[in-house]
């Protein structure tokens, strides 16, 4: 069993968090000369709670551009490089979503290898990790974005129903207006990508449709003001401007990104990553592609839900039970995989299990499918992480079990189980929190928890 990790104590976190106020308030002097009228744009920079999250990404420039289910905080990442100074790292996240993990070895000068293979998402990582550009340049090419898009002329029936009902004429017309001037002004620069991000980072603020922050569009609840499209945008283009000074100051872009498929990490050399640190899509039917659907369809890469299938959820972790309709799993030839012999005895009366409680309950869902190919697919993935992690390398998952209609899926255990056989020498888990303890809005009283799994070897 290796040592427990301690994690940072409050103190230190205000020592970090000063130090990012003053930097940022430098950087914004800086930029604009002044920064007077420029409160808005500075990111809320305070402790949110102790956790793994305990300092939440959207408090923290670059990484606040797109509000997404990061899994940890980047602080935190900083803190676990720094705790291994002694050694060469490379590190590599073969879930990397919006980009934390990459961003925050930038930040500390350690090579990193990101995966991702949701295609909206890796845009957005890679856009946020284009911050070693010109503010000025950036500043400038929006000012021709708002300028084209005052005379541009408005085709808001183009946008398909879920963009309907999430905007007014009004707020379309002006979006509409600026997609047209960010299409014009895209020339393969990263300025032009980080137009995009300005606007895409905008979408939810002013949608007047409830855009429940983190997650999925809820048309039929309404905002009461939601913010003008014209500020929101400007506020957004200058928060870009302003981050991107900050961050060039103290990251050197060293990070790789690439669209890939972490069961198979084609794109990492055998033996490369010394520590892997990395948030998978948890088995508790979290639909990633949905989370992207309302900026899709305004991006015209979607008409709705219907083509989430072939443009997202096809490439990824199967963790939803939308991705596994009845008819497309074949359950009993998934569980004789090879990859599951190490679990095979475990999973099978759970599957089996969920396959007669669906029955019973209205949803019907297809949890039965959903845990036997999540398992599968993760099992892949422990075994290309054999492949390509170095001998005595470390592995953290950010990870929590789960109990799908009430039937305890022991996620840690069983993921424990997948790394040794994939030849990894042993683990531990380090719980953070409890879930699953309010009474609340619970579907059933399984405890369950979240914390980190370590691997080794
Ligand atoms: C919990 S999120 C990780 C978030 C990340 N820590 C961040 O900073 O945004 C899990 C990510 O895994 C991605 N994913 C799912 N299946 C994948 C696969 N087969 N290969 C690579 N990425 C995948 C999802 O699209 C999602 O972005």
Redesign the pocket.
């Known amino acids: 069993m290796a040592a427990t990790t301690k994690y940072p104590e409050p103190k230190e976190n205000d020592d970090i968090l000063l130090r990012l106020r003053e930097d940022y308030g430098q950087a914004v002097m800086d930029l604009f000369g002044t920064d007077q009228g420029t409160k808005e744009i500075r990111p809320v920079l305070e402790v949110a709670g102790y956790t793994s999250n305990f300092l939440d990404?959207m408090r923290l420039p670059v990484?606040r551009w797109f509000r997404?289910?990061?899994?940890?905080s980047?602080e935190w990442v900083k803190w676990l490089l720094a705790e291994r100074n002694d050694r060469e790292l490379r590190v590599l996240?073969?879930?990397?979503?919006?980009?934390?993990?990459c961003l925050a070895c930038d930040e500390m000068g350690i090579s990193s290898h990101g995966?991702?293979?949701?295609p909206f998402?890796y845009r957005v990582?890679m856009t946020k990790l284009s911050y070693a550009t010109d503010p000025e340049r950036f500043l400038t090419k929006a000012e021709n974005a708002f300028q084209f898009a005052k005379t541009a002329t408005a085709q808001t029936t183009r946008y398909p129903e879920i963009i309907q009902k999430c905007y007014s004429t009004e707020t379309l017309s002006h979006l509409d207006c600026f997609r047209q001037a960010v299409e014009v002004e895209q020339d393969g620069t990263p300025e032009a990508s980080l137009l995009w991000m300005a606007l895409v980072s905008s979408l939810r603020t002013v949608s007047e449709a409830g855009t429940a922050p983190w997650q999925y569009v809820l048309p039929g609840r309404r905002k009461t003001v939601p913010p003008s499209p014209e500020v929101t945008l400007r506020r957004s283009v200058q928060m870009i401007a302003a981050d991107i000074h900050f961050m060039a100051r103290r990251a050197k872009p060293l990070a790789k990104l690439r669209v890939?498929?972490?069961?198979k990490c084609a794109t990492v050399p055998n033996g490369w990553a010394t520590l892997v640190i990395?948030?998978?899509?948890?088995a508790n039917n979290y639909d990633?592609a949905d989370a992207t659907r309302l900026e899709m369809a305004f991006m015209g890469e979607i008409r709705g839900w219907g083509d989430l299938q072939e443009t997202?959820r096809k490439?990824?972790?199967r963790?939803c039970s939308q991705h596994v309709p009845p008819k497309s799993v074949d359950l009993d030839a998934v569980l004789e995989s090879p990859e599951l012999s190490p679990i095979r005895d475990e999973i099978i009366p759970v599957c089996h299990k969920l396959s007669s409680v669906r029955l019973e309950r209205g949803g019907k869902k297809t949890y039965n499918n959903m845990v036997a190919c999540y398992f599968l697919?993760m099992a892949q993935?422990w075994q290309s992480l054999r492949r390509v992690c170095a001998p005595q390398s470390e592995v953290c998952f950010?990870i929590g079990d789960s109990a799908p209609y009430g039937i305890y899926v022991p996620v840690i255990e069983w993921f424990g189980k997948l790394a040794q056989a994939a030849g990894f020498e042993s683990w531990t888990f380090e719980k953070l929190r409890d879930r699953n303890n309010k009474w609340k809005n619970r579907k059933h009283r399984v405890p369950l928890c979240e914390g980190h799994l370590w691997v080794r070897g």
């Open positions: 990404n990484h997404y289910s990061a899994g940890f980047a996240d073969p879930f990397v979503g919006s980009g934390t993990t995966i991702e293979a949701h998402v990582a890939d498929d972490a069961r990395t948030s998978p899509p948890y990633y997202v490439h990824l972790v963790a697919d993935t950010v």
